[in-house]
């Protein structure tokens, strides 16, 4: 079976658009600021973006504020070609700890993360659907620890219980980890040494 190519896949449907000379809606689940940053630069030359700010499973809620202030910091100084706005999902841990519940000892990148990842592409399908967008997708696949097939995977599946389009994506695919880096290095942005939940930050911790 042949393993999918979902960068191509991507400039496949960006090329669709371009050749119909249109814009499309995208909402944008994003975990955080650095993460988002390339993704950001890229997408918002072909795409009108809302940044979906929904993850319920950082810790703590000071944590989850600091991430949301430098979130809402990059929309607003990021260059863009289109627009680029931002829209806050609720804060509710209760929702992502019953989620993952019975898999709290699972090691990180385990079924504790599938059911995590779920919950917050479900919520951005949700949302994308109550909105009118052309698509939906996440920043995750940026991360060179996170599976991008999964995460495709899962976003597919939200999308098809929702509704509305999932938007294939590897972005670390083409330097765009590295170019996230030197993103955040340029505009200073906050890099936290978690993924976010209280059970990545005590393994990191060796608690």
Same mark, same amino acid.
């Not at 659907?129 to 939906?136: K, P, S």
């Given at each position: 079976m ?6 191509r ?24 600021? !650095? ?11 072909? %795409? ?7 993850? !319920?499973?950082?810790f703590p !809620? ?8 430098e979130?809402k910091?990059?929309?607003a ?10 829209q806050? /999902?609720?804060y509710?841990p209760?929702r %992502? ?5 019975g ?21 951005a399908?949700? +949302? ?13 696949? =940026?991360?060179?620890l996170?599976? +991008? ?5 899962? /976003?597919?599946? +939200?999308g ?10 590897? %972005?670390?695919?083409k ?5 996230? =880096? ?5 505009? /200073? ?9 209280? %059970? ?5 911790? /060796?608690?």
């Amino acid at each position: 079976m042949n393993q999918r190519n979902y960068q191509r896949e991507l400039e496949t449907i960006i090329a669709e658009c371009e050749k119909e000379s249109r814009v499309p809606r995208l909402l944008l689940h994003s975990c955080c600021a !650095p993460c988002s940053s390339y993704v950001l630069e890229y997408l918002s030359r072909y %795409f009108s973006i809302t940044v979906f700010y929904y993850n !319920p499973n950082i810790f703590p !809620p000071q944590e989850y504020e600091t991430r949301v202030r430098e979130q809402k910091r990059l929309v607003a100084e990021l260059p863009a070609l289109h627009p680029v706005t931002f829209q806050a /999902g609720p804060y509710d841990p209760d929702r %992502f700890y019953q989620a993952v519940k019975g898999y709290e000892q699972v090691p990180e990148g385990g079924e504790r993360c599938v059911q995590c990842f779920l919950l917050r592409l479900k919520e951005a399908a949700k +949302a994308a659907r109550e909105g009118g967008y052309d698509y939906f997708t996440t920043t995750l696949t =940026i991360s060179p620890l996170k599976n +991008a097939a999964k995460l495709n995977e899962i /976003g597919e599946e +939200a999308g098809a219980l929702f509704g509305v389009r999932h938007l294939p994506s590897d %972005f670390k695919k083409k330097n765009g980890y590295k170019r996230s =880096i030197e993103l955040s290095r340029a505009y /200073g942005l906050y890099r936290q040494d978690y993924c976010g939940c209280v %059970f990545s930050r005590n393994s990191s911790r /060796g608690i």
